[in-house]
């Protein structure tokens, strides 16, 4: 069996107290898997998540952590047939994750890595504009000429949203808490950007109606959650659709359903790797897509990178 290092989560705490770098035993490849030696891992929010037990999937104590990353495929089990040794891959992991020199993953959680980005890019990229691509084509069903308002925006999947919704045609306003951060949606193809956090709290509906002609956004992209939430619901147009995405805020609304009938408005849940585990074809659909996204937004990705042991 093979050894390596990884960050592991041995029980769930408020503080990340419960994870640790050590060195584990790696389980006997099956037939239907390949292993990766990781190259590079990406960060993500329900990572943290998943170790305080609030992300919707719970694995089971103790787990690798690591939900994305990028690296090179050395064995294969005797039924795969997608992958060959040497070949440079992403992939998705739950459990045994992508935060250890060496990954364990079914044939069906990777793909062969864009070659236009390098492993870091590529490691960081799935995830954001998965989310956004299954949000806006899949569920929202965006159409050229109409009103996208992204919240979170200067996070990874807010910007992705950003690029999707500009390169789908649509007119987006993005929203947030830091205008400088702000001011960068505008060359991601924001046209537009609106300061969530006013002295009296969240507020946001008028400058959102004045920028849609007292409409309100056709589609609202929410992964926040919590306040920003409840306002969205008081400038969402008329068959508008509200993409719930997360929680980042912390806390999950709640709606009174009066508000969607008298409105007309949808809300719309959006989970992009169920969608993909749930309708397998239009999940390899998805991937392929996004794929096709990564010459024209590799220029916008910002990457902080890091050697894990140097956080352990």
């Known amino acids: 069996m093979r050894k390596s290092k990884a960050l592991v989560c041995e029980s769930i705490e408020e503080d990340l107290s419960g994870v640790i770098l050590k060195e584990i035993q790696l389980p006997e490849l099956s037939q239907e898997e390949i292993l990766i030696k990781v190259k590079a891992a990406s960060v993500n929010f329900p990572d943290l998540l998943m170790t305080q037990g609030k992300y919707q999937h719970r694995p089971d104590l103790p787990f690798v952590l690591g939900m994305e990353g990028a690296g090179v495929v050395v064995e294969k089990g005797s039924r795969v047939t997608r992958f060959n040794t040497g070949d440079e891959v992403t992939f998705g992991s739950w459990g045994n994750g992508a935060f250890s020199d060496y990954a364990l993953v079914s044939e069906n959680g990777a793909q062969l890595k864009s070659k236009s980005l390098n492993f870091e890019e590529a490691a960081s990229f799935q995830t954001a504009y998965l989310t956004a691509y299954v949000s806006l084509v899949r569920r929202g069903e965006l159409q050229p000429g109409e009103s996208l308002l992204v919240h979170g925006a200067t996070g990874g999947v807010g910007m992705a949203a950003v690029q999707l919704g500009k390169k789908m045609g649509a007119k987006v306003i993005a929203t947030g808490t830091s205008e400088e951060k ?31 002609d007292g409409k309100g956004a056709d589609v609202i992209y929410d992964p926040v959650g919590g306040d920003v939430f409840d306002e969205s619901m008081r400038c969402i147009n008329w068959g508008g659709r509200i993409l719930i995405v997360g929680f980042t805020s912390g806390r999950i609304p709640t709606a009174p359903v009066n508000m969607p009938l008298i409105k007309g408005f949808s809300i719309i849940g959006v989970r992009a790797g169920e969608y993909g585990r749930r309708d397998p074809v239009r999940g390899k659909e ?27």
Do not use: C, M, P, Q
Request: zero cysteines; proline letters at 0%.
């Open 286 to 312: 998805n991937i392929e897509a996004i794929k096709k996204l990564a010459d024209s937004v590799k220029e916008a990705l910002r990457l902080n990178t890091e050697e894990l042991a140097e956080r352990g």
């Open 182 to 212: 702000l001011k960068k949606t505008l060359d991601w193809g924001a046209s537009h950007y609106v300061l969530t956090n006013k002295k009296d709290g969240v507020s946001f509906r008028e400058e959102v109606k004045e920028l849609t």
